[in-house]
């Protein structure tokens, strides 16, 4: 952003008179522009067939496989067909990561088969493995293990998730996710097994990354579905050992460059500015990636497609972005930041729909306290979705890495009271999403992209860029 | 049932005063223990422990597994150590149908993994097989499908369960499963793919028996999940032909012996005529069979058990049985009929418990006008338990083979709204049971039961037998 951020508002709100007396640098018909955005989406938008084109078309799209290059040619394609009128490809490159097997089964005393599935990042069993379960109810019970309590042991960490709104359970569970089994193997376990980070009851297990710390052993990780958890948790209450065998053949293959999809609808004004929505492109493989992250690549496809179809379009660009390899670490953001850390300065504000498919109930944003009042207007636009704008939240995983260089962000917080029910699993599917609550999300994104495109100020990052 | 049924009430009524005027063959104290057991069970039962023990220490156990041999001595020392007086073993013989492998996709136009599972009775395909896939919305198009129409072809029936508290919507689509690869094959095709018989949409698909019919070419069967089955018919109606592969490896390897397991209390009068209630034992191999049908195994137990403990057993024999291979064709319940054929005028009354775990609401009885007032009493004392006794109604399926022989029968109606969301599916595991619930229909076996056995009157059937 460039440095007449903090000085603009003012000067704008003096020479444009009334209208901009608040200091939002918007115009009666910048605002009527965007409130006919929101109606137009709300009586129907695109997303929902762009989800179901999506899904049905492509499917699973990890990241490292065939169906994320088709997956990117798709992008581009429905980019095009939209109408935006630039598209172009950011390159991405990262280690890939293959599962090609994963079996379970406890062996005694009760034999019974077990539901997992590896995690993402995860090493193999050498053939299958065959080893005693020891469970823990936290990652701090784990750590708290005595040094070799573990030997030829599998840890096996049975915490359950948090149901909320705002996804706030989702953090001590994914870190037994990520962490566990480094912590698990300094103990001398030869596997880990956790309860799926999930709230549903559903017999598919969640999937999700998990990291290997240096110089820690690399043992093999799976997650147990919630009801096998449940079991193996009942069947270890009886008292006696409990002998669970695992076969999981994953691993590390090489590596690959993939492709953020980006595609622009062409500012009036200030074509070199932009307003970044978006949302990430890959999936896990398991299900058909609907709400993760499918949903808020139509979303924003659909918003932006929507404010490309005014006859006039807003002063700066508007970019789109379908993010490559989000699941695997942020690795799209991170590359984006990384290829336009000298131009965060062109960017005026960047939003990612990332948190399934539930209806947007609050506003958040990272911005300067001078940058508030186009906020405050962009959120009395939307107050009639049933959105409110308050403090709080954060930028979305793909918009974070550049957050650091001076990106001004904005959330839409979606209701995720459902979303890890689903998440990273099978059951990540069409059916699960709402065609109105898409429109309903199409419609925020529309009028917060426009009404940050059009403004004549220049929205400044809540705090000053990191040093390059 | 003896020829004393019709005229022992009046008897009865005239020799005990006025508690029996009302023909129902029970005295104040008689009603006063059924209350009790009701009101003992509604504070706890043993059921829960009684399924959460099977399905943790045996889990799946289909008719023909080596874990249904398991799930049979689990039985017997479950129903010692319930305090069951006489515990036997009736056999079964029956066709040993397994299920090998499973794995589906659709080749083109856009590669997708999908879920599936055999149905019951299915062939195998030769290796894997590949074909166009050619939708129907229901049994009745496949059938004016013109003849050779459907030749090298999938037949994929596409039919959506409604949900209903009584399970209302299981017939038109469970018809689907049952005669639909038969019909498919008679139109030329190479294998039927159905959508699920379940009201979820979980990436769960929902096995359940077929049948070939004689003279038809026998084609593998398989039911899609619910997510599958709709995305298939997405890419369908893009026009474009939509070929998929199966390899299924399953079909009959010879036949076995099982047992229903048997566990009676023994009456105090007159021990040669018996009550009956129970589940079946057996459950499809995918989840755990926790409520289909451990929960009616668990709840007749408890019930049994909760008899067992009073001071003073009733006049009749309790017997709880728990029937061998209902899934494959109600052959526990054909077999029991078959060697109760001649003994059926000993049989007082008989329920069953086979529809999940959902709470009682309503009880029917296939009883003789005459025998009705028992019925009548026995609602009264079920009546706190929010239970209405009503008309219509049905045998459960294991008592239905000797309902033509002569046998009475009560049900006790279950909520069924969700039974269909798990039912036949990998889902189908303890976490769907509500141990509370579970307590009401052990107060209701139990009050039922004890009434039945204790009553005067010798329950009639609402039919007279047919000719054996």
Redesign the interface.
Known sequence: MNTSRLVLPFIAAILCGPALADGDGLDAKAVATAEGLRDTAMRGSQAYAIV?SL??????RMAGTE?YDRATAWAQAKFKSLGYDKIWLQPVTFPVWERRAERGRIVSP????L?LTALGGSESTDGELRAQVVEFDSLESLKAAPDGSLAGKIAFVNLKMRRAKDGSGYGPVSNVRRSGASEAARKGAVALLIRSVGTD????AHTGMMRYEDGVAKIPAAALS??DA??LA??LK?GKPVTVALDIQAGVTGSKTEYNVIGEITGRGKPDEVVVIGGHLDSWDL??GAIDDGAGVAITMAAGALIGDLKKAPKRTIRVIAFANEEQGLLGGKAYAEAMKDAMGTHQLAAESDFGAGRIYALHAGVSPESKPVIERIAQVLAPLGITWAEGGGPGPDISPSVPYGLPWAELQQDGSDYFDYHH???D????IEPAALDQQVAAYAALAYLAAETAVDIAPAAPAAQK
Chains 1, 2 share one sequence.
């Open positions: 179901e899904t049905t078309e492509i499917g699973p169906a009760f034999p019974q088969h539901v009851s559903d017999r598919l919630v009801p449940e079991l009942n069947m009886r299900g058909t699993t099978a059951n599917t069409l059916d699960k």
